[in-house]
C-alpha cells in the first residue's frame, strides 16, 4: 500500500534524494520548496519514471500565511499524509558571534526552526485526526555538539533535538511516531549555502575524506519509515567513517 509523503525542502540536497527514494518504492509525494521551476522538473521526471502521484506546492516554509495556504488547499486524499520530512534547513555564514550577521541569523532560526514548527503544527492534526502517522525532523550533528563559529546554526539544530523530543511526547498518544535524523558532514549544496557561493570554500570542506551524500540520508529516511508499527527509531545520528564528532574529521 503506497504512502503520501510529504517533503520539505525538496528542491536540492537531502530533500531531493528523499523524494527520489520514496518515489522509487512507490509512494506518492508532496514535494514543497521554494523554487517552482525545480518542483516542476522533479515532478515530472518522478512521475514519469515510477508511475506515481506527485503534487507541487511553492512556498516558503518561513512564512507562516504560505504555509497555511498551501496546506489549506490540500482536498481529498491529499489530506492524509503519512510521513511528513520537515528537511527544510540551512546553514548560513560561518562567523564568531561577536562578528555575527544578524540578518544570517535570522534565516536560520526562521527555517531551521519556526519553519520545522509552522509545518508540524499544521500537518500533525491532520495525523492526530486519522490516528496514524510519522514526523521525521531532519536535525545534524551540530544539534548535538557546539563547534567554533557555529553558534547560531547550532543553536537552531539543538532547537529541532528538543523540539523532536517534545512533539514526540505529546504525540504519543496519538500513534504518531516522531524521528530525527541528524547527518554528519554531508556533501549537498550546504556548504555553498554557508558561504554564500564561495566555490573554493565550500568544496575545500570535503576534501581529503569520503563525506555522506544526499542519497545515504535520503536511504536511512526511508528506512526508519519501514519498521512495523509498534516499533520507532527515536534518534539517528549518522557520519562518514571518517568523521569522529562535529569537528574532527580525518583527512589525507
Not at 140 to 145: F, H, N, P
Request: charged share 20%; glycine share 10%.
Amino acid at each position: 500500500m503506497p504512502k503520501l509523503i510529504l517533503i520539505t525542502g525538496a528542491t536540492a540536497g537531502f530533500g531531493r534524494a528523499i523524494a527520489r527514494k520514496f518515489a522509487e518504492n512507490g509512494n506518492n509525494l508532496i514535494i514543497t520548496g521554494r523554487r517552482q521551476d525545480r518542483l516542476d522538473d522533479l515532478a515530472r521526471e518522478l512521475t514519469g519514471k515510477y508511475n506515481i502521484e506527485v503534487l507541487p506546492l511553492c512556498f516558503d516554509v518561513r512564512k507562516l500565511p504560505e504555509v497555511e495556504t498551501a496546506i489549506a488547499s490540500l482536498a481529498g486524499s491529499w489530506r492524509d499524509i503519512d510521513v511528513l520530512v520537515n528537511n527544510a534547513g540551512l546553514a548560513v555564514g560561518l562567523n564568531p558571534v561577536h562578528e555575527g550577521v544578524i540578518d544570517d541569523w535570522e534565516r536560520m532560526i526562521d527555517t531551521n526552526v519556526k519553519g520545522l514548527l509552522y509545518m508540524t503544527r499544521l500537518v500533525s492534526p491532520l495525523m492526530v485526526a486519522r490516528k496514524q502517522g510519522h514526523i521525521i525532523n531532519i536535525g545534524s550533528i551540530a544539534g548535538r555538539e557546539v563547534y567554533p563559529m557555529g553558534n547560531v546554526y547550532c543553536g537552531s539544530k539543538f532547537a529541532v533535538d528538543a523540539i523532536t523530543k517534545g512533539t514526540r511526547i505529546d504525540l504519543v498518544a496519538h500513534n504518531i511516531k516522531v524521528t530525527q535524523i541528524a547527518p554528519g558532514a554531508a556533501e549537498t549544496e550546504f556548504s555553498m549555502v554557508r558561504f554564500k557561493g564561495d566555490e573554493t570554500r565550500a568544496g575545500s570542506v570535503y576534501k581529503g575524506f569520503t563525506p555522506l551524500s544526499a542519497g545515504d540520508v535520503a536511504d536511512v529516511v526511508f528506512y526508519v519509515t519501514t519498521l512495523p508499527g509498534h516499533v520507532n527509531i527515536n534518534d539517528l545520528v549518522l557520519m562518514p567513517t571518517a568523521q569522529a564528532s562535529a569537528a574532527i574529521t580525518h583527512k589525507v
